[in-house]
Structures are given as structure tokens and as C-alpha cells.
């Protein structure tokens, strides 16, 4: 009758409730949990640049000790590139962490101004020869002619830079794919790779805030890069999705709306 009605739709509406709290409650914890992990992977991240570099520095100095006329060219040459690469990642960490506090904030400020997309990761493709020849990879372009716009060329340039350090990264020494094309309604650029892969599970979460795929637990990183892309790309009203095969490898692409003609 009525009465048995309106019990059963309580029941049920505190069930649900009870289903959503559990929920809730998970999602919580996994917060929690992340940002703990993210607290020790960072102090270790920033950490072992600093002891590469203070290596190096002891090395000369033993060398300058022992023999007045000090370290040979080659010797200098070693350090000074392990310097150099170290300070480059140090300084890379430290303006994650700032455009994260940035973003957070909502301080992100775009600046855009006329542009070619084409010629931008033409320059980023060449920046990357060092790094690619280290990683016995290379990179494929693939570049639509013109690719005119606006965007903020430093903002855009940080996206394709994080996705080919990605690629390099991720990418087992294969050859990696870097595309550009024009679209009806969008421009589009994309960075494939022949890597690692990512599980599907892993998929969706890549893109938020300190989420790293199981699958690369010993790679080291903040997993922080994916996260400002996705930001600076949807606050230039465009997307950023991935396809990836766990083992066969990745396909990150960018899509910004094509300006009005
Ligand atoms: P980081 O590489 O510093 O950890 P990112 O935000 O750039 O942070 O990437 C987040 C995670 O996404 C990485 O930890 C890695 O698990 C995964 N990932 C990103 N790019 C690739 C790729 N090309 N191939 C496989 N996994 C990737």
C-alpha cells in the first residue's frame, strides 16, 4: 500500500545517498593519497639535480687539487654538459611547480599574437636534436604548409616541447611522429610515439593533476607536464586527447579552433 511505498522510496533514497558518500569518500582519499605521493616524488625530483651538480662541482675541484693545471677539455667538456643538463631540469621542475600555483590561482595570462603553427614545431623539432640523438631516436615532420593564427607562441611552444620530451621520454629509442594539419573548423598538431603505451585504465586520468600511468613507475617525473597542457590548450578554447596502445605507444593530440578567415 502507500505506506509500504513511501518506506521503499526512503530505503532507496538513503541507499543512494549511502552509494554516493562511499564514493565521495573514495575519491577523497585518492586526493589525499596523490598529493602525499606528489610531496616525496617532488622533494626527491628536485633533490637529485642538486647532488648531480654537486658531484660534478667535487670532481673539478679534486682535479684542480691534484694537478695545477687542472682538468683536460674533455674532462670540463663532461661535467659542463652533466651541469647544463641538470640545470636545465632543475629549472624545468621549478616552472612546473610555478605554472601549477599559477593556473591554480587562475593567473594564467595568454598573450596571443600572430603566429604559423608549422614553423613553431619545426623549431621545437630542431631544439630536440641533441635530446633525440642521446635517446637513439628520431623525429619524422609531418607539417601542413601554413598553419596561421593567433596563439601565445611561448604557451604553445611549452605544450609541443612537454609532449616531445613525452615522446622521447616514453619512446624507446623509436621514431617519433610530429604532425600539423588544417581541419574545417580547427587546426591540429600531433605527436606520436612508438613507446611504452599506456593502459587503458590510465587513460582517463593522465591529464589531471599529479596522475602518473602505472606503467612507468620508474621513469621519474612529476606528472604535472600533461596537466598544464591541458589547461593552456582549453584556455585557448582547444582540446587535448591521447590514443595509446599499452606497448605498441601513443598519439597525443592538439586541436585549437581555426581562426575565421
Ligand atoms: P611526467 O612525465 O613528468 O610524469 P606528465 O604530466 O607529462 O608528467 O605525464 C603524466 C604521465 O602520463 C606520465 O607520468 C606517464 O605515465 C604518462 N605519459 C605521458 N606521455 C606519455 C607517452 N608518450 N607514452 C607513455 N606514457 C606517457
Keep these: 500500500d502507500a505506506r509500504d511505498l513511501a518506506l521503499a522510496q526512503e530505503l532507496a533514497r538513503q541507499a543512494a545517498l549511502a552509494i554516493d558518500n562511499a564514493r565521495l569518500y573514495r575519491e577523497a582519499q585518492h586526493a589525499v593519497r596523490l598529493r602525499e605521493e606528489f610531496l616525496s616524488i617532488a622533494s626527491h625530483e628536485l633533490k637529485t639535480p642538486i647532488s648531480a651538480l654537486q658531484l660534478q662541482v667535487q670532481i673539478l675541484l679534486s682535479t684542480l687539487d691534484r694537478s695545477p693545471s687542472g682538468p683536460s677539455p674533455e674532462r670540463l667538456r ?98 617519433i611522429q610530429l604532425v600539423t594539419s588544417v581541419e574545417d573548423s580547427h587546426v591540429r598538431l600531433s605527436v606520436k610515439d612508438g613507446g611504452i603505451g599506456i593502459a587503458e585504465e590510465d587513460l582517463k586520468r593522465l591529464f589531471n593533476r599529479f596522475e602518473r600511468a602505472v606503467s612507468e613507475r620508474n621513469y621519474g617525473g612529476f606528472g604535472l607536464g600533461l596537466w598544464i597542457a591541458r589547461q593552456i590548450i582549453e584556455a585557448m578554447g582547444g582540446r587535448i586527447q591521447v590514443e595509446s596502445q599499452l606497448g605498441v605507444g601513443s598519439t597525443f593530440t592538439v586541436e585549437l579552433p581555426r581562426p575565421p578567415a
Design 78 to 175: 663532461r661535467s659542463l654538459d652533466t651541469v647544463d643538463r641538470q640545470v636545465r631540469r632543475q629549472t624545468q621542475l621549478i616552472n612546473d611547480l610555478l605554472d601549477v600555483s599559477r593556473i591554480s590561482a587562475g593567473r594564467l595570462q595568454l598573450r596571443p599574437e600572430p603566429m604559423e603553427l608549422s614553423s613553431l614545431a619545426r623549431e621545437v623539432a630542431e631544439r630536440f636534436e641533441p635530446e633525440l640523438a642521446r635517446a637513439g631516436s628520431s623525429l619524422q615532420l609531418q607539417l601542413s604548409s601554413e598553419v596561421a593564427g593567433q596563439w601565445d607562441r611561448l604557451r604553445l611552444d611549452q605544450v609541443v616541447t612537454n609532449l616531445l620530451s613525452n615522446a622521447v621520454k616514453y619512446g624507446r629509442g623509436n621514431p
